[in-house]
Every structure is written in C-alpha cells, then in structure tokens.
C-alpha cells in the first residue's frame, strides 16, 4: 500500500487572484494526484510544516483575496493565506501610542462590509460565531475557547471570512443537531473555503418560548426563530395550543432582539434564557425542546491545521467525489470497514460544479442521475498508519478528495436536565 505523499511545490498550487477584500469570496476546487511514495516517521512529519503538507492530501488552487488593489501582487503561502504583514492589514502609526484591544465584545453582527484591516492582535483569543449575543454559538464559542472575545457575524459566510481576513483567530460554527440534523449550510462552506477543522464541542440546547414581559401566550399570533430552533421544539408548541403561524429567521438571540427592538407584542421568539435577560425579554415556557437531549455539535475551525496525536481520541472529517456517480461509496466504505475504523457521520450534498450526470443508453433514452459529493467523518487521527493507508485506498476509487481536518474528539460529559 503506498503511503500519502503530497505536492512537493504546494505553494505553486495557491495562485491569487479574485474580487477586492470587502466581497464575498469563492474558491474553485481542483484535485491534484501524487503517487510517489514516501515514509514519514510514527504517521507524521519531524516537523510542524511537513505535516501542514502531508496532512493536505489532495490540495487545491485557490482564488485569494487582493486587499488594495489588483496591481499588487500578493505573495502565496501554505494554506491560501499569509501573514497580518504581507497582508498589509495592520496600518501602523509609529506616532501613536499603542493601545491594549478591548475586551467588550461588539454588540453589532460583523457584515460582508466589515471585513476590513483587522485590529492588532492581543493577547486574548478571538471567536468568530453567527448570531448575535445571546445565541447558542457564543456559548460554544465560550465553552471551546473560555474566556475569549467572542466576535458576532450575521451570516456564516462571514465567520469564515473572518478567521481567513485574520480578523478573527477562531470560528466556532454548528455541523448537525440531533433532533434538526445537518446545517447544511456549513457543509457548502466547509468545501469552498480553506479553514481546517482543529476541534469540536458539543452543546446541549434548552429552549425557551420568550416575549415581551406582560404578554400572555394567548395573545400570540406568531413565533419566530432560527429553522433548526423550529424545527426542534415543534411538538411542544402544538401541545402548548398556540395557534401561531412559524416564521424563520437568521438566528435565536436576534429572533428575541428583533422582537424588543421592535414591540411586538403578538409574537414569541424561541431562544435561550440569556437572549431574555439581555433583550428584557419574559420567559413563557422553559424548556421547550421536544427532545431533552438535544445536541447541537459545533466544529472549530483556524487558518492552520494542528498536528495530530495518538494519545487521545481523535476524529478526523473528509470529503470526496467520484466521477462515475455513487457506484464507488461501498468501496470507499470498505477502505474503512476493513481496516476497523468506526465512521460517525457520512452526509451527501449535490456536486455543485456538475450536478447532473447524463446516461445514454439507446433502449430507455438518456437517464439523469444526481452527483454528490460525500463527507465522512471516522474515528482515527492521521498519525495512525491504518488511516493514512485508509485514505490512500479512498483515493484509488475518487476523484476528488479532501482532509478537511484531523481533531480531538469532545469527551466532555453533559447532562441533558440542566441548561449549559
């Protein structure tokens, strides 16, 4: 079996170009093949940049971001980024005192305009997460990283453009629910952008049906709230007898924000119990959940990828194609089946690029069939020869196939009863 062995020029790879700084961005993704053979000792590099190479097994071009103009050129570096300094994205004024960064988070989401010339770096680590305060993700923000600055982002699309514009050091976004299922969302993005996942927590979710103080359940028309919250807590509005209409918006906490900004006192939001204390907000019912283990796992993602070990449990997330469709999956499946590495997660999402495949055949006509591209996340670290050669044998049978990250699995113990 031959072990991974990656691009020796990566960096040529990585050639930049695209819209200026504020826009959103888009990366295309083109698989690259090596089949030389090379040895890395105990499943690793000697070193932190060999495993930065080795770990990216089929690397991608990407379309980077040109902050002043498109007359500059922008140096390439490993992973599609560069440094705050080749980025020019700390203005320095040698006249000015320099002064320590705040610590209040902001109270505004970032939008796509915000993402300009970062702050200087201090000592505290920053978060990155979709909503505004008071949303689940800041406290999963809160409970990967404790004590850090929580950064508020009204799309997910900003999150990641945060982390990569070094705006932010983290992003804490979710990847499933246990009653609602998949975001995904995330998943798209997880594959159009170049963060790596470095860590994952899981977030017990307790609900609760909020509104204006004095307004009775009665008097609702109308509740409000992210899908997945919706979704989540169904069964119980119908056993409470609201006659509401469902209404989705972009996040818990805002869904509770929009209410008290507004005065609207016909409808309930359904967030957590911070979101009322923060937004003056009364809680009608609590815990409202259809489920009492609802779970909502979050992904942590950085500009770099961490060095994997052995010495704990550790996850590590994929995503792969093929270009005969999903006559392959059982052989993929196999790769691990036979090697005795536990999968945890498999998710299909439509191949963007070509999300048709046509069949001719002169007895039936032309048949259609849907193109996938298939995430899997197994229980191994890539310091393990048997996942190496797992995704060795995967890459035989594929197209296209990506590490997207090898982490610590989240071991933490929860308690379903108690609000987190």
């Given at each position: 079996m031959q072990a991974i062995y990656p691009p020796k020029d990566f960096q040529s790879l990585l050639r930049p170009s695209g819209p200026r700084l504020a826009r959103s961005t888009r990366f295309a993704v083109r698989s690259v093949y090596r089949s030389d053979s090379v040895h890395f000792p105990n499943g690793v590099g000697p070193n932190r940049a060999d495993w930065q190479s080795s770990c990216a097994i089929l690397s991608s071009k990407v379309s980077a971001v040109d902050q002043t103009s498109a007359d500059k050129s922008n140096a390439a570096a490993v992973n599609g980024h560069k440094s705050p300094i080749d980025l020019n994205l700390v203005p320095i004024d040698k006249n000015k005192?320099?002064?320590p960064p705040s610590t209040t988070p902001p109270q505004k989401p970032l939008t796509i305009t915000d993402l300009s010339p970062a702050p200087m770096h201090g000592s505290q680590l920053r978060v990155a997460y979709q909503g505004v305060p008071g949303a689940y993700s800041e406290a999963a923000a809160g409970k990967a990283y404790?004590?850090?600055e929580a950064i508020p982002c009204d799309q997910f699309e900003v999150a990641f453009q945060a982390v990569e514009l070094w705006i932010a050091d983290r992003a804490v976004l979710p990847v499933e629910n246990s009653l609602g299922g998949s975001i995904h969302r995330n998943y798209d993005l997880l594959l159009r952008h170049r963060l790596h996942?470095?860590?994952e927590v899981q977030l017990p979710v307790h609900h609760c049906l909020l509104a204006l103080p004095g307004v009775r359940k009665e008097?609702?028309?109308r509740v409000i709230s992210h899908p997945q919250a919706l979704a989540q807590c169904e069964q119980t509005i119908t056993k409470l007898g609201l006659n509401v209409t469902r209404e989705a918006v972009d996040d818990t906490a805002g869904a509770a924000e929009y209410i008290a900004n507004?005065?609207?006192r016909d409808t309930a939001a359904i967030a957590s119990a911070r979101a009322a204390e923060l937004y003056g907000m009364q809680v009608l019912a609590d815990g409202i959940q259809d489920d009492s283990s609802n779970v909502t796992r979050f992904v942590m993602l950085a500009r770099d990828p961490i060095i994997p070990r052995t010495d704990r449990p550790f996850k590590t997330s994929i995503v792969f194609a093929h270009d005969k469709g999903t006559s392959v999956l059982f052989k993929v499946l196999s790769a691990f089946a036979f090697r005795n590495i536990s999968l945890t997660k498999i998710e299909s999402r439509p191949h963007r690029n070509r999300p048709i495949r046509l069949v001719d055949d002169a007895n039936v006509g032309t048949?259609?069939?849907?193109?996938?591209?298939?995430?899997v996340d197994f229980e191994a670290s890539m310091a393990e020869v048997r996942a190496q050669n797992a995704l060795a044998e995967v890459q035989e049978f594929t197209s296209f196939l990506r590490v997207l990250g090898s982490y610590p699995m989240d071991m933490t113990p929860w308690s379903p009863s108690r609000e987190d």
């Open positions: 005192k320099p002064q404790p004590n850090c996942i470095v860590g008097y609702l028309t507004n005065d609207l048949a259609k069939h849907f193109e996938y591209m298939f995430y």
